[in-house]
């Protein structure tokens, strides 16, 4: 995201007063730990719309999921910490999620968050445009979507710590941490250091996800009471090619 508000500069003061580990030491022995370093960049994964294909009562005309991607760890600190100040100056004590938020809510999270360095990879379907008769039946649609997310990225993920809301994994398909690990670097090796199940409620990485797929599923879902692009285009810069990318899997090419 890119941009320097009023209010990012207030909580980037206040985050400049918390203490910084010293460096690393490399210079004495090293533990089996240290010699085999951990991941490379942190990927959180979230989604926006139902599974259903009930149109006329009330499914969404549209899937999204979104990847939030970190590839320095320090902007994952900043991003907590422009959260929790949204969430104070706005006495807000539950997670965000977007369908949640109030219009201003929605507005100062964009806000507070400008200045975090993350990178947005999405994908988008149609799903009135989706007839295979495997992707129809609830969790296939939105499993074949995260794979098809996390295995068309063009060099851009490597050797990712990918993050899931615990909750979703049976919306989504998952039976357990190894299958999307398994799945995913059969088809594109390196891609995928871990996987981790977390809860949305403590983990602003996912909740940052939720956001940016809310915001696009918005800017295209039908029959909504209130489309608006205005979040997307606020978001647009984190997406931008050619590291990141909202892929519409519908379209025609």
Known sequence: MSGWTETQWEWEAMAESRAIPPPLDWSGSHSEKDLNPGPAMHVFVDDSGCPGFKFA???????VMAAAIFPDPLEIERLASAMDFCASKNRLTKEFKYSGLKERHRDCLFECTSGVRLILRAITADKRKVYSPLLREGPPLKS??????????FGNISNAKVVV?????????????????????????????????????????????????????????????????????????????????????????
């Not at 009562?57 to 899937?63: A, E, F, N, R």
């Open 144 to 153: 074949h979507l995260l794979r098809q997310l996390l295995t068309h990225h």
């Open 57 to 63: 009562d009330g499914s969404s005309t549209h899937v």
């Open 165 to 253: 809301d615990g909750k979703d994994t049976r919306g989504l398909g998952i039976p357990d941490r190894d299958y999307i690990k398994r799945k995913v670097n059969k088809e594109t090796p390196g891609t995928i250091h871990s996987v981790k199940f977390a809860d949305s409620k403590q983990n602003r990485g996912i909740q940052i996800a939720d956001m940016l797929a809310g915001a696009i599923g918005r800017s295209i879902q039908e029959g909504t009471k209130t489309p608006s692009s205005k979040h997307r285009l606020r978001i647009s810069g984190c997406a931008r090619g050619p590291l990141g990318d909202i892929w519409d899997f519908t379209a025609k090419s």
